[in-house]
């Protein structure tokens, strides 16, 4: 079984663990009314994630999907830096600290760990969590407001995810500086939405402007060639779902698809894909037609036929967020 497999399994049972003594209906219902905040206007100095029960229905619900999410997109950052493993991260807005179980599902070893947030309670079932998870053992869970004032210590990575939909735009711009100023890279992720794909776009050219190199999804440092307005780029990330996930949405399926938009980007020599798909491939008799941002800065459609040989079963194989073409094909 590999690394992210089975950490996505232990996450799975510890959060499992945390719902036993709360009615499903208690938990349905908070999660119901958190999504609704999470929806609208929120205030940068008002935690929305006020007690234990709040948290601990939350991060049943939100937490296995923002891991595949976030862990999607380090691994697509790995692959543009094969040869760098980071010494240190360092998790803005963490909560209960799912990017931080990602980096280790996508990185084995230990290594120094601080995660940020300004929810106590958060951090505290964050802490409770990782215990499951013996590499997780001595990070450190420190309160800190996530805005303008922030200062963040050096370190090699800097995650940040699902948090810059909360802050107002001078604390976003202000808190991806800082991960720039601090980090040797950065990895930012925002839902699959048009605005999450303004935000990510945004934080892509300040990270740009300090000198980074984008190493996914995109596979060049220039414009990105989408016309604002017309479309957003965004991926998906295949999340089992859980007893509550069904209850909450009333849906029957085992699993659920969370959307999501992001940037890797690093202050050290990267190599980015060739191109990347950008849409899930349609795959028709004897054919499938592939969407693709390549390195010459635009979107093209190309098309892969049986006469391709091994590269028609590679396209057969690929999905949506894929580099292409693979490096065996």
Not at 64 to 93: I, Q, Y
Not at 105 to 112: F, K, N
Not at 268 to 293: E, M, N, T, W, Y
Request: charged share 25%; proline share 7%; net charge neutral.
């Amino acid at each position: 079984m590999n690394v992210s497999v089975s950490t996505a399994e232990t996450l799975r049972a510890a959060l499992g663990e945390l719902l036993d003594g709360l009615p499903p209906r208690q938990a349905a219902q908070a999660v119901e009314r958190l999504i609704a905040n999470y929806r609208g206007a929120t205030p940068t100095d008002a935690p929305i994630l006020r007690d234990r029960a709040d948290v601990a229905a939350y991060a049943a619900y939100r937490m296995p999907a923002t891991f595949e999410a976030v862990r999607s997109a380090l691994e697509a950052f790995a692959d543009a830096a094969a040869d760098w493993t980071p010494g240190s991260h360092v998790d803005v807005g963490g909560g209960t600290g799912a990017a931080t179980w990602a980096v280790g599902a996508t990185w084995e070893g230990t290594r120094p760990v601080t995660v940020l947030d300004w929810s106590e309670p958060a951090l505290a079932l964050g802490r409770e969590v990782a215990a499951a998870n013996p590499a997780l053992k001595d990070v450190r869970w420190r309160r800190a407001r996530i805005g303008s004032s922030l200062e963040l210590e050096s370190t090699d990575l800097v995650t940040v995810s699902y948090v810059l939909n909360e802050l107002a735009a001078g604390d976003r711009a202000a808190l991806v500086d800082a991960a720039a100023a601090a980090a040797r890279a950065v990895v930012i992720v925002e839902p699959g939405t048009p605005d999450g794909y303004a935000r990510i776009i945004e934080a892509r050219g300040r990270l740009v402007a300090a000198g980074f190199e984008i190493a996914a999804p995109c596979p060049h440092s220039a414009a990105c060639p989408i016309v604002p307005g017309t479309d957003w780029c965004h991926f998906s990330a295949r999340v089992s779902r859980s007893s509550l996930h069904r209850q909450v949405k009333g849906g029957s399926l085992p699993y659920e698809d969370e959307k999501f938009s992001y940037v890797a980007a690093a202050r050290f020599p990267v190599s980015p894909a060739p191109s990347r798909v950008v849409r899930r491939p349609q795959i028709r008799k004897g054919q499938v037609l592939l969407d693709l941002c390549g390195a010459e800065e635009r979107l093209e459609r190309t098309t892969v036929t049986k006469r391709h040989g091994d590269l028609y079963k590679a396209a057969r194989d690929a999905d949506w967020g894929d580099a292409w073409p693979p490096e065996n094909a």
